[in-house]
């Protein structure tokens, strides 16, 4: 016999996924998104479902309306970071889990880190209306509702929010596979200490962000040209990590390398690339932004 309790889990789970989806574009950490997450299903398992005709539309917005809050919250946060802030990584693997490619590409996109970075600086309404709207497609009018704003209001946001990515985000896609390629060329010259192919596969005007929270060692400013970063990455290497091993994993749609110490997680690369070269290397060693990465 199924009761209203069992109806109530089976119908959030089956949305879950969505759910998890927008606060993590949202906030850029999962554990964030998780609390969001939760904080949505008591609320939809206290509320009165009479009435609701579309429970992922209805789910949406709480989701939405919570994620607001904590992002507010952690915005200020945020500000006495010590050193660059960069989301929390993730991995995704839509190849096997979303059959449409165009689907794909925007999913993959929209969870890219430097979409992600660039969302940063947005306002909290634009980038949820970018989030809802660019990334899942909503109409104009349901985010409205989810927003208690205007249509027009929300379509104002929808362009600045659009206008300020398009400004900032890689301007060329990159095939999948060249991406790959360049990932590994890039961990076989800095692991072999080759400053010349390094070179070679920088942009003249690559930048290199790092993310350590002040519990690691990791640059407190963007380095920016191939020079810097070049040598900043081989002396990394050379310094090296006791039992180093070397991973590649998918991690916010495109290939990443993770680097583990003594079988843990220390380090993740993640390139940005155009025109057959990196033009931007994100660098994650906050350990608390790596603990949720399944080996």
């Known amino acids: 016999m199924t009761t209203r309790d069992d109806t109530a889990l089976d119908t959030f789970e089956a949305h879950r996924a969505v759910l998890t989806g927008v606060a993590y574009r949202m906030l850029g950490r999962v554990a964030d998104a998780e609390d969001v997450v939760q904080e949505a299903w008591l609320r939809w ?16 917005r709480i989701t939405t309306r919570l994620a607001l809050d904590r992002l507010r919250q952690v915005q200020s946060r945020r500000e006495a970071y010590i050193g660059p802030w960069l989301p929390e990584p993730i991995a995704t693997d839509f190849a096997s889990t979303v059959p449409d490619t165009a689907e794909r590409a925007v999913l993959a996109d929209s969870v890219s880190l ?43 946001l929808a362009g600045r929010a659009r206008r300020h990515v398009e400004e900032r985000r890689p301007r060329y896609a990159v095939d999948p596979a060249e991406r790959r390629d360049l990932t590994e060329r890039f961990l076989a010259a800095a692991t072999g200490g080759s400053i010349g192919e390094l070179m070679e596969l920088l942009a003249p005007g ?9 519990k690691s060692k990791a640059p407190l400013r963007v380095l920016e040209s191939a020079d810097k970063v070049g040598r900043f990455l081989i002396g990394v290497a050379q310094r090296g990590l006791p039992g180093a091993e070397f991973r590649f994993l998918e ?20 390139l940005e690339v155009s025109d057959g070269r990196i033009t931007a290397v994100y660098v994650q060693r906050n350990p608390d932004k790596l603990t949720g990465l399944r080996l």
């Open 251 to 270: 991690l916010n749609g495109a290939p990443a390398v993770l680097v583990l110490s003594q079988g843990r997680p220390d380090t993740v690369f993640s």
């Open 45 to 60: 398992s206290g509320a009165d479902r009479a009435d609701v005709r579309d429970a992922r539309g209805y789910l949406v």
């Open 114 to 156: 430097a979409v992600l970075v660039v969302l940063e600086a947005l306002s909290p309404l634009e980038r949820a209306v970018f989030v809802l709207r660019e990334a899942f497609g909503f109409p104009f009018a349901e985010i409205a509702v989810t927003l208690d704003r205007s249509e027009a209001a929300v379509r104002q």
């Open 206 to 214: 690559v930048r290199l962000i790092g993310d350590s929270g002040g």
